[in-house]
């Protein structure tokens, strides 16, 4: 019986515990609420109050004179569009306006409200929001001095604009596991998006425009950045389809680990436009920058992988890099001066890159800086172009150039900085019927440390032929596909080395010897073969030949490329008469060259040697000197209907242009540098194909523009410009 009647007693207590549920105070500073675990509202906080000086209401207008605190654990503030059209928060409140405990945030306008003029104004100060919002959507935060979400329940937090305010439009901290998207952020003084302390987070369709319209140290478009207190980093963090504009400071930054960042455009940065302040392992992909006040890419990280980077008129460089063990795919670079300033960077290598000088200044490849920091060491630079400029080095040891086309080299004479410069080697086996498979294996006559490397610079000397008996193409497979080294600078000195091919096939051997690649081994297309040494096993047919090049079935020259022709034979030769046409151009030695004309040139031999004679004819056809076809666009994301910029940066003279702007194989444009309004939802492939009167050629760009339908509340917005 007693205990029954403690039960009921507990039970009656809790009642009327539950019965009083909150409460409201008008404190000093602040509107306190005591919430006791409730959903509350304006209009509710404001019936208890009974203060319209402090809160009231006005046709679904709110006036709030004073903080709105929230103070019990589990307490939940909904200001939303079920009470609320507007809060005008009075700007002289100049703090946390709206803190502690739980919101809610849907389908509303808030902002600090200037009593006297009757417009939002940061005149007094801006309002602060600091607390942990359970739902965040569909809101415009208007002359907000700070949306300070902190440790959000809402695993997804969407629709926002932000505007004109004082500090930072949004900061988040500890928004794990979750999503935000769709923000616009313009005209706030210290940083547009702020990420702390926040793991697996996605964050895409961010628009962040004008933060401190001049250059401050801290003040970002978007930063992904540790906890400087605790030292907690944004591990896991993407930030995809988003722009930033007229940033003070730096456009983009991060310092945390595993970020990703793909499909961003920068523009105009006083500082450097893409700013990777340190940590590791950063993904990097389809970002394009433009006009930064230093640097395009400031790179300070460990193991980041660069793809698909346009970077155009830097006032500095374009990358400026002190990493570790990272590559950089498929970059491309236009005007502005130095192309790759490295420092104190190792094992970091340069696949596929391309620099255009539209100032006339030097399009360096790199140029390394004596500021104390360590000698950049084993650095990769594979298939670039820098033909406008000159490649630049000091103090730099161990730098690899692997197909790389340039118009001169200046290296210091008295400080370390070892170049090695290769290129592609293509091999094809065969006998006198067909092609064999063969392993091949490369030797250095000269030199036993630069030996021959893979398609990524690694030491290999041994390589298999496929199917078709040809090593690889490095557009298939860079592990296979052979790389010889031309010759080795260092101190001022040049060492130009021979190579040796042995090939062996289940129906025999053989060796080639004196193989001197050069700059004429360069290949602008790395899908086709360049210069290939075609090596004859057994050839009933012609016991003397056992190895000729290049192949003019395979091989392709231009209107004044120089060519060598060389043959390797089985005995030694006696004599040799060298012909082009019917004129006899050289007797003796087993190599000629020749520039190629404007009409197709035959070369041919007649040799003699121990068992007789014999002879080989080549006949090369000039192809035309057809356009690179290149292009870029400003954004690649964004709402309908959305303006797309494009850029021809194509190469070699074009002198018309065709665009597919949705991928349907119809030619939407002849404009060189057209301007394009995208309607509908979608993702569009785009190709430009440039042309002159010796033909054209295309790039195609695969899912390159993507448009997203605009949300009600974004139509809204836009109709009203904002």
């Known amino acids: 019986m007693i205990r029954k009647l403690f039960l009921i007693f507990v039970c009656f207590w809790l009642l009327c515990g539950c019965a009083q549920a909150w409460s409201v105070t008008n404190g000093t500073t602040e509107i306190k609420v005591y919430g006791g675990g409730a959903t509350v509202n304006l209009t509710q906080i404001s019936e208890k109050l009974n203060n319209s000086a402090l809160l009231k209401n006005e046709n679904g207008v709110w006036y709030q004179n004073k903080s709105i605190r929230l103070y019990d654990t589990g307490t939940t503030c909904r200001i939303s569009s079920d009470d609320v059209s507007e809060l005008r ?37 801006s309002a602060l929001f600091e607390g942990c919002p359970k739902i965040l959507r569909n809101v415009k935060f208007d002359h ?117 960042f793909r499909n961003i455009t920068i523009i105009n940065a006083t500082h450097n436009g893409l700013d990777i302040h340190g940590g590791y392992h950063h ?53 502005g001066s130095i192309g790759y300033n490295l420092f104190g960077s190792t094992d970091v290598m340069m696949i596929n890159s391309t620099k255009v000088s539209s100032t006339g200044k030097p399009a360096q490849l790199s140029y390394v800086t004596s500021t104390g920091h360590l000698s950049p060491y084993n650095t990769t630079f594979i298939d670039a172009d820098f033909t406008s400029g000159l490649l630049f080095f000091s103090g730099c040891n161990l730098t690899k150039l692997i ?22 080697a293509d091999v094809a086996v065969k006998n006198s019927t067909s092609y064999l498979s063969a392993t091949v294996n490369f030797t250095n006559e000269d030199d036993a440390i630069h030996i021959t490397k893979d398609g990524f610079g690694h030491n290999k000397s041994s390589f298999e032929t496929g199917a078709d008996g ?17 010759r080795y600078d260092d101190l001022g000195i040049s060492e130009i080395y021979s190579h040796t091919i042995n090939i062996s096939t289940s129906s025999g051997n053989v060796s080639l010897t004196n193989i001197t690649p050069d700059h004429r081994w360069y290949r602008s297309n790395i899908s086709q073969s360049k210069y290939t040494i075609t090596a004859i096993i057994n050839d009933s047919t012609n016991t003397h030949l056992t190895g000729f090049a290049p192949s003019a079935d395979e091989n392709n020259y231009i209107e004044g490329d120089s060519v060598k022709f060389q043959i390797w034979a089985s005995e030694d030769v006696d004599s040799i008469t060298w012909k082009q046409g019917d004129e006899t151009v050289q007797t003796g030695g087993l190599t000629y060259d020749t520039i190629v004309g404007e009409t197709p040139i035959t070369v041919d031999i007649i040799a003699e040697d121990n068992n007789g004679s014999f002879s080989k004819e080549w006949t090369i056809t000039p192809t035309a000197n057809l356009p690179n076809a290149c292009f870029s666009a400003n954004v690649t994301s964004g709402y309908y209907p959305l303006m797309v910029s494009f850029t021809d940066n194509s190469t070699d003279a074009p002198t018309y242009w065709k665009w597919d702007f949705d991928g349907d194989g119809k030619t939407d444009s002849l404009s060189q540098n057209p301007v394009v309004k995208y309607k509908a939802k979608g993702t569009y492939n785009v190709t430009l194909t440039s042309g002159n009167s010796n033909g054209e050629q295309s790039e195609t760009k695969t899912a390159y523009i993507t448009v997203q339908k605009p949300s009600f509340i974004r139509k809204l917005l836009q109709m009203y410009g904002w």
């Open 89 to 125: 928060i009075r700007d002289g409140i100049n703090g946390l306006a709206l803190y502690g405990g739980y919101w809610e945030f849907e389908n509303v306008t808030i902002g600090s409200w200037n009593y006297s003029s009757n417009s939002y104004s940061t005149s007094g100060g």
């Open 283 to 335: 993904i990097l992909d389809n970002i394009t920058i433009i006009g930064s006040t230093m640097n395009n890419v400031h790179s300070i990280g460990l193991y980041c992988v660069y793809s698909n980077i346009r970077s155009i008129n830097p006032g500095g460089n374009h990358f400026d890099i002190m990493n570790n063990g990272s590559t950089f795919t498929n970059i491309y670079m236009s005007g």
């Open 403 to 424: 197909n790389i086309k340039y118009d001169r080299t200046l290296g210091s004479a008295t400080t370390l900085c070892g170049r090695e410069y290769a290129y592609y």
């Open 144 to 260: 907000f001095g700070r949306v300070y979400a902190n440790q959000p329940l809402a695993t997804e937090i969407y629709n926002l604009t932000i505007v004109d305010g004082m500090g930072t439009g949004l900061l988040l901290v500890g928004f794990n596991d979750s999503v935000l998207h769709d923000i616009t952020i313009t005209n706030y003084s210290v940083c547009g998006l702020n990420v702390q302390r926040s793991f697996n987070t996605e964050i895409y369709n961010v628009n962040v425009t004008n933060i401190a319209g001049d250059s401050h140290t801290g003040h970002y478009g978007i930063v992904i950045m540790e906890d400087g207190a605790t030292q907690t980093h944004c591990n896991n963090t993407t930030v995809r389809d988003s722009s930033v504009n007229n940033i003070g400071y730096s456009g983009v930054d991060t310092n945390s680990n595993y970020t990703t």
């Open 470 to 486: 040809r090593t690889e193409l490095p557009s298939g497979n860079r592990l296979e596909s052979a790389v010889l080294t031309a």
